[in-house]
């Protein structure tokens, strides 16, 4: 939180780096060419960013050359949320700025890709090979029949062939979607079945935590109850041959063909992304071509600061948006890294040894990963040479104070710490890196550009320096053009515009201060109301998990129906750890003493460990659901929980609290 006095930052660019950054030339060329700001830095080219919403994307367009095969008859034809229209009248495709490095003959034969996993260092594949990879599957797509708006799925892990499937899919105008091969069978089918695809592209199997896993049951099952299949291709990751009636990768990419691009209208869809779905069936994302291309070309080219010459590494899986994030780097010419395999393999320190092996010089990671590290006192700097390393990024929940702090202490003390929030729902980030802008501990450096992000208390009216829900009053090009599957809208619209009409409501608690930076408290819908002071859970976890004994932990603040109100909190121990009198009030001294006496828990309960949905959020809402007495099945969506049986304990403690009421 923040104070009269503005705290010291905890990094500060130098002026070289400010000189150097691509939004500060930016901010020059967009100055002289399109009435900018010129001075006023950062705050006044986010201020312009917004009022001047057209003039910025235009601005955005021009300055990446965006090429529209067709031009743009206006930049936002209609402004209304949802339903906001992204220049109506241009055709382009994403895939053909993708491979575009691989027309420059002085690059064609640097790596586009770097791929790693648990037994091999990193592979290369040339701009020149990923292009004509995806010329060849582009066309054997088309010969089995998928055109444009067909979707085609991946049940792949971070592997070149997914990034090729997908180049490839979208050089054909085809829709992409794809899940991670530790999803079981249920999980994918309660995306896939949604969208009815048209390929499926399956691995054999997979390697994680020095095992390999074999999933063709799996992918059996799949074929099975996917009946709009037209084709499988089989990705032997471990060696195996083709099964019967699939296609075999390398006979689809061997063939040097030239891509041809399927110019497509701007709202196109792109892929499908999928919500973690704690309850009903996932949402099924929709996002465009056009309104995904403009917004990673912005967030990667200007926020992230890559270009030509960088290597940019996030630890990802393809069930997660953050894979297409990262597949977005080569649209400016950036090799992106792959890592299949475990993080903490073959020990927890591995992910700084690949940002080593790989000379990344962007490494974007979870926030439950820093503080792994720093609980199990892995020296990065220390082990590794980290010499190249311009910025660590961190997602997933929000960085603790303490994540800073090691960051700055373990890695590098002139380190650029990039603590990042968005969400699926719009494949980007609301806030977090900006290069030339100072970071404060616990903080998110500023709203991001064309991003009108407020605070908002509940009459609707933004606030500055006090807890609000964190809001988007103008449209973004990477919002979904829909849901698929939801013919009136009416999905779309609860999902984020109930609350507020015409105002995108996210979800989140947010601390907007008067510097600009942002601070997320956590879910709003999850949040900690006790006696009329409001807390996000990651305030507690963020206190609570800074003792060694707590490995992870879990905080519910429960209405109850005589009015009371019951707040728990569930606690995963290291291992050595006992739960006993004495760690029970150290925990709640912690509380009382760093947050407010008010969140102090009414009980801490140990537990065999906290469940998370499969793209790694601790699940609060459904077991809320369950500690008020909701159905197992009706509470969540049993594809989308990483352990099922940990949601049994949280159901057994709710029915043994009725049965001692009643």
């Given amino acids: 939180m923040t104070s009269a006095a503005s705290p010291a930052p905890l990094w500060q660019p130098d002026a070289d780096r400010i000189a150097a950054a691509h939004v500060t030339r930016f901010q020059a060329w967009a100055a002289e060419r399109y009435g900018a700001p010129a001075e006023g830095g950062y705050a006044a080219l986010h201020r312009w960013s917004v009022t001047e919403l057209d003039t910025f994307w235009t601005a955005v367009a021009d300055w990446f050359d965006v090429r529209f095969s067709t031009p743009y008859e206006r930049v936002l034809g209609s402004r209304a949320m949802p339903g906001a229209e992204w220049f109506p009248g241009a055709t382009l495709n994403y895939a053909e700025h993708a491979l575009r490095t691989a027309e420059d003959p002085a690059r064609a034969d640097e790596p586009a890709l770097l791929s790693v996993d648990e037994t091999h260092g990193p592979t290369p594949l040339s701009w020149a090979e990923l292009r004509s990879q995806v010329g060849s599957l582009a066309a054997e797509l088309r010969a089995v029949g998928v055109r444009p708006g067909d979707r085609v799925s991946g049940y792949l892990p971070n592997v070149p062939q997914a990034v090729v499937a997908f180049l490839a899919s979208a050089a054909v105008g085809a829709v992409w979607t794809s899940c991670a091969p530790d999803f079981g069978a249920r999980s994918v089918l309660d995306r896939f079945q949604q969208v009815e695809p048209v390929v499926l592209f399956a691995v054999d199997g997979y390697r994680y935590g020095g095992k390999e896993h074999d999933r063709t049951a799996t992918v059996a099952e799949l074929r099975a109850e996917l009946p709009t299949l037209r084709a499988v291709i089989h990705v032997p990751l471990l060696g195996t041959p083709a099964p019967e009636g699939a296609l075999d990768w390398s006979a689809l990419t061997s ?242 515009f109930d609350m507020y009409p015409g105002v995108w409501r996210h979800g989140d608690w947010i601390t907007l201060t008067d510097r600009g930076s942002v601070v997320i408290h956590g879910r709003s819908d999850s949040t900690l109301n006790r006696q009329g002071v409001r807390m996000g859970s990651a305030d507690i976890y963020e206190a609570v998990e800074r003792l060694p004994e707590i490995r992870e932990s879990l905080v519910i603040g429960l209405e109850e129906p005589d009015g009371g109100y019951w707040m728990p909190l569930f606690v995963h121990l290291a291992e050595g750890a006992v739960l006993d009198d004495t760690l029970r009030a150290r925990i709640k001294t912690t509380i009382r003493q760093e947050l407010s006496p008010r969140h102090v828990p009414d009980t801490i309960i140990e537990v065999p460990a906290v469940p998370h949905t499969l793209t790694g959020k601790r699940i609060e809402v459904p077991v809320k659901r369950l500690l008020q007495g909701t159905e197992l099945t009706k509470a969540v969506n049993p594809g989308s929980v990483d352990n099922l049986e940990l949601l049994h304990f949280y159901e057994s403690l709710a029915q043994e609290r009725r049965a001692h009421r009643s």
């Avoid at 200007?302 to 590494?313: E, N, S, V, Y």
């Avoid at 990262?326 to 927890?348: A, E, F, N, R, W």
């Avoid at 009053?473 to 009416?490: A, E, L």
Wanted: hydrophobic share 40%.
């Fill in 255 to 496: 063939a040097d063909t030239e891509p041809v691009f399927e110019q497509v209208p701007f709202a196109h869809p792109l892929w499908v992304l999928y919500s973690s779905g704690t309850t009903g069936l996932p949402k099924a994302i929709v996002q465009s071509q056009g309104g995904i291309l403009l917004e990673h070309f912005k967030q990667i080219g200007l926020h992230c600061d890559l270009g030509p010459g960088d290597r940019f590494f996030w630890y990802t899986s393809t069930g997660w948006m953050m894979w297409n994030f990262l597949v977005s780097g080569l649209l400016t010419g950036t090799t992106i890294v792959l890592y299949d395999g475990s993080p903490g393999y073959p020990d927890t320190g591995a992910q700084w040894g690949i940002a080593e092996q790989t000379g990344a010089t962007l490494f974007g990671t979870s926030a439950a990963y820093v503080m792994a590290c720093r609980k199990a006192y892995v020296h990065p700097a220390r082990d590794h040479d980290l010499s190249k390393i311009a910025c660590v990024a961190t997602t997933g929940s929000p960085l603790p104070p303490d994540g800073f702090r090691w960051l700055h202490d373990e890695v590098a003390d002139d380190l650029w710490i990039a603590s990042v929030s968005g969400g699926t729902d719009v494949c980007t980030c609301f806030a977090g890196a900006v290069p030339t802008l100072p970071v404060h501990i616990g903080e998110l450096q500023a709203a991001c550009l064309g991003t009108d992000l407020q605070a908002w208390d509940p009459q609707g009216e933004p606030v500055i320096d006090e807890v609000g829900e964190l809001v988007i009053t103008n449209p973004m090009p990477s919002m979904p053009v829909r849901f698929w599957n939801d013919p009136d809208g009416s999905r779309y619209h609860d999902s984020y």
